[in-house]
Each structure stands twice: as structure tokens, then as C-alpha cells.
């Protein structure tokens, strides 16, 4: 289904950004492998929801360079974002996720049939008709999850998706991501969530003060983390 | 107060028994009202949808016109259109002047700045709303408009209500343009005013019943509109 060219690996080069003269990432430099998701960690105001939206391409770079392997092509969205707050259509459930798709230029009845495949991923299609905005928070943002997944994204970014959740609705969630990485679709999610982080991550980067500090695969990271700001952060202390 | 209670009894008679003269002014005025109202919306819906999503230099500059233009009074724009449409203006030789068409023009006019206003108004809010979420999906403020337009349109009918109120209110643009002409132009504001100068009260009496009855209705059709639209909006 899938081309056999791939956006992968994305290249991090010297990230910087700025908001309203505060430098909220200071040179950020990392490489993103197709493979097992990637959860990047650390307190509140460590820059992860920036981080995210720079290499999604919602924000412009202050400096530095998000590289992917080839040149991004909007007309058929290879990466895709779902937010801690997803912003849903006042439309029925199956119009919030038929809507992408049709700008992508996906026609009606590839459109229906992804749209229902998806839906259907996420547990939500006998509420295909209803109003999405009255759906409860954990359906919104499984909604919000089958609306990206229908574009079949190489790269999916996730931020703090179950910031917001109850825990049962986490766990509804965190299944639904952890099914998408099984697909091969490459996750790459912020938490502040210690828990989650070891339930899904194949590795991890540990963000502080706008800095990477850490960068292992998971089992190393929550075992051994090598830096005492990763070591603090795990033991609950409050690092800042 | 004698006279008072008479006329209201005559009104109330000329309603009840449909009276021909007066279902027509009615039947005329709801035409032009109705048309002007989908004229002004086809022009200022997407102009003010355009507005709420772009930026660019003079943009503030634009919303203070339009949003002066509100106010426009309708002797004004009545005046405007009688210089267009009049036998030596520019469009004088399409025939418009003292006909309903011209009488749909004039209200066009009026109120099409009105429906951008609120339209960009109201949009605004929404597109604050979405415009990261459309962003990620790859759609910029141009592709947004029709997206806004439709997600908007329980808050875009009262806009298009309130459009209508104005313009089936209003008498000085059609008196202007359409010169009350008995049968032909005549609606109910017109009549009114002309009627109770000449002291035939019971029927100014029984249309100005009716226009208060027009703009109840739409009032509450707007109230309808909105708590279906907060069913939707959850």
C-alpha cells in the first residue's frame, strides 16, 4: 500500500526555538529510525509540545533543520499529528475522519472505506453517525486517532495523547497506538507519564530545560538512565 | 383610545379574513426580503469567512468599513442605488428603477456588508479553534473557508436571520428605490408609513401586526437554531 520510498530516518539538526524572546529548545540533535515508537520524556516546560510541532512542521524552525529522507509531499501526508486536545469537526464521527482524506485528494469511496477501517480500529464504528463534539473525552481522542491513522501516515506524532484521559480511557488509547506501531506506522509521542512511557516506548529521549539529555533505548533508559537528571526524573523527584 | 380599539379590531379582521391587498403587500415584501438576504449572503458569507482567516496589510482597515457599514442607513443606500439605477446613471438603461428588482438591490446592499461583519465575527472564534488542526491536515486559510463556512452554519443562520430582520424592517431604501407603487412595489414597511399618513389606520394597523408576527417568528427560529446548534457543538 504504502510507497517504497520513506521519510525515514528524519534527521534533528541543532533545533533551536524561540517564543516572544524565551529559548525554549537550545540546539536539539537526534535521528528518528523507522521501528518501535519513540517516547520522548520529561517534566512540564521541557519543550516536548514544541519539539513535536516543529517536527510535524506546525512551527518554523529558529534555527538548525528538521531533514526528513525525502522532500515532504502535502498532496499525500506521510506524517500526521494527533494533539493532547484534539480539535474535532462539528460534523458526525465518520465526517471527522472522511475529512482528511478528502484533502488529500482520496476519493469517496476509498475515503468511506478507510474511513470505516479506521473507525473500526479504534472501537468507535457504531458511533459513525453521531455528533463528534458529543462524544465523551476518551472517544474524542480515539476519534481524533482514527482520523489520523485513516491517512495511513508513515509517522505519526502524539502529543500527550491521555494527558487528559481517565485511566481507562488510557488504556483504550495506549492499546490503539501500540496496535498502529505493530502496523509499522512509526510513533513518536510526548508524556510526562512515567508509566506509559515503559509501556510503550522502544526508546526514549529524555528532554530537560529544552536540552536532549538523554537519548537510549527504553530498556536501558527506565534500568540504568545515565544522566542523574534522568535518574531524578524516574524516581519522582521533581525535576524542573 | 376608541379610535385605537377600532382600528385594532378592523386589523385584526383584515388578517383573519385574509384580505387580498394585504396578503399581497405581505407576499411582495417577503419576495424581496427573502431574495435580497440570499443575494447578500452569497457575496458577504464568504467575504467575511475570507476575512476571518486571512492576513493581510489594511485587513483592520477593512473590518472598521464593514463594520461601519452596518450602520448604513437605509436612505442612504436607497439614495446610492436611485443614483445607479436612475435613467441617467450608469445601470439606467436596464429599466430597474420603481420595480421589485430594484427594491432587492437597495436591501442587498444594505445588509450584505451586515452578514460579513458577523460572519467574520463569528467565524473568528472557530477558526481560532481550528486553525492548527487544519494546518496539520495540510489545509492553509483558503481551503479553510468553505470548512468554517459549513461547521459555522447553525451560528451562520442566525447571522442570515438577523440579515433578514433588518432588511424586512427597513423602509427607506425601498420606499426610495421602489416608489410604493400600489400592486406592484408596496410592502408592508411602505404601506405602513404611507397608510398611516393618510389615517387608514386598520391596515397599517393589521401589517404592522404582521411584520411584528415575521420578525417574532424569525426570533424564535433563531433560538430553535441555536440549541440545536449547541446539541452539535457539545
Not at chain 1, 458526525?92 to 482520496?106: D, E, F, K, Q, T
Not at chain 2, 450602520?71 to 420603481?98: C, D, E, K, N, T
Request: net charge positive; glycine share 10%.
Amino acid at each position: 500500500m504504502r510507497a517504497p520510498d520513506t521519510i525515514l530516518p528524519l534527521c534533528v539538526e541543532a533545533l533551536r526555538f524561540a517564543a516572544g524572546g524565551v529559548e525554549i529548545l537550545h540546539g536539539v540533535s537526534f535521528t528518528l529510525e523507522a521501528g518501535p515508537p519513540t517516547v520522548v520524556i520529561g517534566p512540564n516546560g521541557a519543550g516536548k509540545s514544541v519539539l513535536l510541532r516543529l517536527l510535524h512542521g506546525l512551527l518554523p524552525p529558529g534555527g538548525g533543520a528538521v531533514r526528513w529522507a525525502t522532500a515532504p509531499d502535502r498532496s499525500a501526508p506521510r506524517q500526521a499529528m494527533v494533539f493532547q486536545r484534539p480539535v474535532l469537526l462539528r460534523r458526525s464521527v465518520m465526517a471527522n475522519v472522511a475529512y482528511p482524506l478528502a484533502l488529500a485528494g482520496i476519493g469517496p469511496r476509498e475515503r468511506a472505506r478507510r474511513a470505516e477501517e479506521a473507525l473500526d480500529l479504534v472501537g468507535l464504528s457504531a458511533l459513525a453517525d453521531r455528533p463528534a463534539r458529543r462524544l465523551s473525552g476518551g472517544e474524542q481522542q480515539r476519534l481524533a486517532l482514527a482520523r489520523a491513522a485513516a491517512l495511513g501516515p508513515e509517522v505519526l506524532f502524539l502529543d500527550e495523547p491521555c494527558a487528559s484521559l481517565d485511566p481507562s480511557a488510557t488504556r483504550a488509547v495506549e492499546e490503539i497506538v501500540a496496535a498502529l506501531a505493530r502496523r509499522g506506522t512509526k510513533i513518536v509521542m510526548t508524556t510526562h507519564d512515567i508509566g506509559q512511557a515503559r509501556r510503550l516506548a522502544g526508546d526514549v529521549i529524555f528532554l530537560h530545560r529544552g536540552r536532549v539529555v538523554e537519548r537510549a533505548p527504553a530498556a536501558r533508559f527506565f534500568v540504568a538512565p545515565e544522566t542523574p537528571e534522568a535518574a531524578a526524573f524516574l524516581q519522582g523527584e521533581l525535576v524542573w | 383610545m376608541g379610535d385605537l380599539h377600532a382600528a385594532s379590531t378592523a386589523a385584526l379582521g383584515l388578517i383573519l379574513a385574509a384580505d387580498p391587498a394585504v396578503m399581497g403587500i405581505v407576499g411582495l415584501s417577503l419576495q424581496v426580503s427573502l431574495t435580497a438576504v440570499l443575494l447578500a449572503a452569497l457575496v458577504g458569507l464568504p467575504l467575511g469567512a475570507l476575512l476571518a482567516v486571512t492576513r493581510f496589510p489594511g485587513r483592520q482597515s477593512v473590518i472598521v468599513a464593514l463594520n461601519a457599514l452596518m450602520g448604513l442607513p437605509p436612505v442612504v443606500a436607497g439614495l446610492l442605488i436611485y443614483l445607479l439605477l436612475s435613467r441617467s446613471g450608469p445601470l439606467g438603461p436596464l429599466g430597474l428603477l420603481f420595480t421589485p428588482s430594484a427594491m432587492v438591490i437597495a436591501q442587498a446592499v444594505l445588509i450584505a456588508p451586515i452578514l460579513a461583519a458577523l460572519t467574520r465575527e463569528t467565524l473568528s472564534g472557530l477558526w481560532e479553534e481550528y486553525a492548527e488542526q487544519l494546518r496539520s491536515f495540510g489545509a492553509g486559510p483558503l481551503r479553510a473557508v468553505p470548512t468554517l463556512l459549513w461547521d459555522g452554519r447553525f451560528a451562520l443562520l442566525t447571522v442570515l436571520l438577523a440579515g433578514f430582520g433588518r432588511a424586512s424592517a427597513e423602509v427607506g431604501a425601498v420606499m426610495i428605490v421602489g416608489g410604493n407603487i400600489e400592486g406592484f412595489t408596496r410592502v408592508m414597511t411602505t404601506a405602513i408609513a404611507l397608510e398611516t399618513s393618510k389615517g387608514d389606520l386598520p391596515l397599517a394597523l393589521a401589517l404592522g401586526l404582521v411584520l411584528m408576527g415575521i420578525v417574532l417568528a424569525v426570533n424564535v427560529l433563531a433560538q430553535v437554531l441555536r440549541s440545536a446548534a449547541s446539541r452539535w457543538a457539545g
